[in-house]
């Protein structure tokens, strides 16, 4: 009865969407207040109805119902509680619902909440954004439908991918999909501002909290991802080119270009058609990832696999959403007032720079994801990677000079500035970026040019971020506890700035360390074997076998020594053996520090005359800074919702009050 109940409640969310997506823009075109006013029960209504639907479908997964298709093939009665709640997103069906209830939430959101919005503009971006739900519940209800039941019903369901029964990938996909999702909303602000021909200042207010709020959720999205890949797979990276980590990376690229070119629109009325257009190609980017991920092009551990009948859909969804958009931008792009003028060195032409090289670096990366799937489609089945030494070699010299223009353009003023003088402050900046790089070299004694360039970078962004802080609060030229009132008296915004760009800066330290001085060691062991890496002597003490909860595992023991024998820490990795799901997955051991990860994975024997006599191949690595990288991203969600908190994001353009006439005086 639940599951009929969540698909019922499915039918009657789509029928409202259909309401939403024509009364407030016919209310808007016609000036009726009451139709435009309707979007803010429709958004309610819809939001009520998919709540409906997903608690139905969590509870089917919680309760362990096989007579619903989607929990048999993802669920177990076996389970752990969190993996039975995160596998209704784990699949196709399940993440859709996932989606549009991240869309309705979005909707209901600015209805709600906007009330500072005008009224035509808030009913047309209602509107719009029901467009895209009306296309994706229509998919869900006819290609997708969570709620199927299977009869007779199986005594247990097949489990879960192992890879997948992670916490921090539990958490991933709902992080990824409110940033995905979130732009959805600044795209339908877009498309409504461009079907209303007015784009100004307060129109990008109202537009930053929530590109800023989808950013922020991307970004830590993409991070938990990359965490979980360094420590659940076994290979010992972080990032690995994926078309799927790819097609999340191409939305936050733009995102974040987005995110400062509306700066721009709110403070000079200028990049009004620059910033409603990576409104439109960002969100067009998120659409691009779902088709690709869900069409059957690709075959990958991030992928659903799913029939190429519903990819076409979904590229029909495509076509209409990016087509179309972009059909109006070109339509009514000309009309937008180009806003202030400002000269080439100013602080708006090195935000014009930032925004040129970002959506270089993602056309850039969007090329090396699409290629090797045209190329297969044109060649008839030949298959060609396209694979990190790629993308090493094109994107990451244009992150360079990004990294340069970040840390010099906070110096810069409005429609000019002057930069022999910017220069000169940063003098010390550049002194101190030196020295740093030259102590890596000293530290490090040897290794690629390009990581040492990445450290002096990271350097100049990291102390010129600090500079340009200590700036504002006079650090240093007043009393410390005029500093620290300074210090209070400065926007949110401005502090959370400072912390996500340097954070930035942190994670490419991290970045250019464990990518350039990695160390790895893949050797066959037998107990009592031992391996040297880094300065430390590692035995390998055997293995045992362990009982989980739905899996049984091979856990090995490695005893960690520093080369004169003081004892470290002991590594125990697994190799584990999923019966149900007839699957093996790895789960490495890891010693972190600030200073690097000593991380060890074992697999399976490679005969039973090996397993007889206790032999294992052991993967071991050294990854100096690594963790730098998480606590860069870190750094860069803290400074974005230190910036959301901002009480200047919250209000949108003033309305104005009607005073009461003053009271005449009688005559004397």
Do not use: C
Not at 86 to 95: K, L, M, N, P
Not at 114 to 128: F, Q, Y
Not at 349 to 371: D, R
């Amino acid at each position: 009865m639940i599951p009929e109940i969540g698909h019922f409640a499915l039918s009657l969310a789509l029928a409202i969407a259909l309401v939403q997506s024509v009364l407030p823009i016919l209310g808007a075109s016609r000036g009726n207040i009451t139709w435009m006013q309707s979007a803010r029960a429709s958004a309610s209504g819809q939001l009520l109805f998919l709540a409906i639907a997903f608690a139905a479908l969590i509870r089917s997964f919680v309760v362990s119902d096989f007579t619903v298709r989607n929990v048999v093939e993802n669920s177990h009665s076996m389970k752990p509680m969190l993996f039975k709640i995160a596998g209704t997103w784990g699949s196709h069906e399940g993440s859709l619902l996932l989606w549009v209830l991240i869309l309705a939430i979005f909707g209901a959101a600015v209805a709600l909440f906007g009330n500072n919005i005008p009224d035509r503009l808030r009913a047309r971006t209602l509107s719009v954004q029901a467009w895209i739900s009306v296309g994706f519940l229509s998919f869900l209800l006819l290609t997708s439908n969570p709620f199927e039941r299977v009869f007779p019903a199986p005594q247990d369901g097949n489990d879960l991918n192992p890879l997948l029964q992670d916490v921090g990938l539990a958490m991933h996909p709902p992080l990824l999909y409110i940033g995905y999702v979130g732009f959805s909303i600044v795209f339908s602000f877009a498309v409504a501002a461009l079907l209303e021909g007015r784009v100004d200042a307060a129109w990008a207010r109202w537009v930053r909290p929530w590109t800023l709020a989808a950013w922020v959720s991307l970004t830590a999205g993409i991070a938990l991802g990359s965490w979980w890949a360094y420590y659940e797979l076994g290979w010992g990276g972080w990032w690995f080119w994926d078309p799927v980590e790819n097609v999340s990376f191409m939305p936050w690229l733009l995102g974040t270009a987005l995110l400062h070119s509306a700066i721009v629109t709110e403070k000079r009325d200028a990049f009004k058609s620059w910033t409603i257009l990576l409104a439109i190609l960002t969100f067009s980017l998120s659409l691009l990832g779902t088709f690709i991920v869900r069409s059957g092009l690709l075959t990958s551990v991030h992928a659903f696999a799913v029939d190429p009948e519903r990819g076409v859909y979904i590229l029909g969804l495509l076509a209409f959403s990016i087509g179309g958009s972009l059909t109006l931008y070109a339509w009514r792009a000309p009309e937008l007032e180009s806003g202030g003028l400002f000269q080439p060195v100013s602080r708006e032409g090195g935000l014009l720079v930032n925004n040129l090289i970002l959506a270089a670096a993602t056309g850039t990366v969007l090329f090396g994801t699409l290629y090797p799937l045209f190329y297969e489609a044109l060649s008839g089945g030949d298959k060609l990677s396209v694979g990190p030494p790629f993308f090493n070699a094109s994107f990451v010299p244009m992150m360079l000079p990004l990294i340069f223009a970040m840390g010099l353009g906070p110096y810069l003023s409005w429609k000019r500035a002057d930069l022999a003088g910017v220069m000169q402050r940063l003098r010390a900046v550049a002194v101190l970026s030196v020295l740093a790089t030259l102590s890596a070299v000293y530290v490090t004694r040897g290794g690629p040019v390009l990581a040492y360039l990445a450290i002096l970078l990271a350097a100049w962004l990291f102390t010129s971020t600090l500079r340009e802080w200590a700036m504002r609060v006079r650090l240093g030229e007043v009393t410390l506890r005029a500093s620290i009132a300074r210090a209070r008296g400065l926007p949110r915004a401005t502090h959370g700035m400072t912390l996500a760009h340097a954070g930035l800066a942190v994670a490419i330290l991290g970045f250019a360390g464990s990518s350039a001085w990695k160390s790895e060691e893949i050797v066959f062991v037998t107990p009592g074997s031992e391996v040297s890496i880094a300065g430390f002597s590692v035995t390998f003490e055997g293995a045992k076998g362990i009982q989980g909860p739905n899996y049984i595992a091979d856990r090995g023991e490695l005893t960690v020594r520093t080369e004169d024998g003081r004892s470290v820490t002991t590594l125990r990795p697994e190799r584990r053996s999923y019966p149900v799901a007839q699957s093996v997955t790895t789960e490495s051991a890891i010693r972190s520090t600030l200073a690097g990860d000593l991380y060890a994975s074992i697999t399976e024997p490679a005969s039973e005359e090996d397993a007889a006599r206790g032999a294992y191949t052991l993967r071991i690595l050294y990854e100096p800074l690594v963790n730098f990288i998480w606590l860069g991203a870190g750094m860069l969600v803290g400074g974005g919702l230190l910036s959301l908190s901002d009480r200047r994001l919250r209000v949108g353009a003033p309305r104005r009050v009607s005073r009461p006439a003053p009271r005449q005086l009688p005559a004397e």
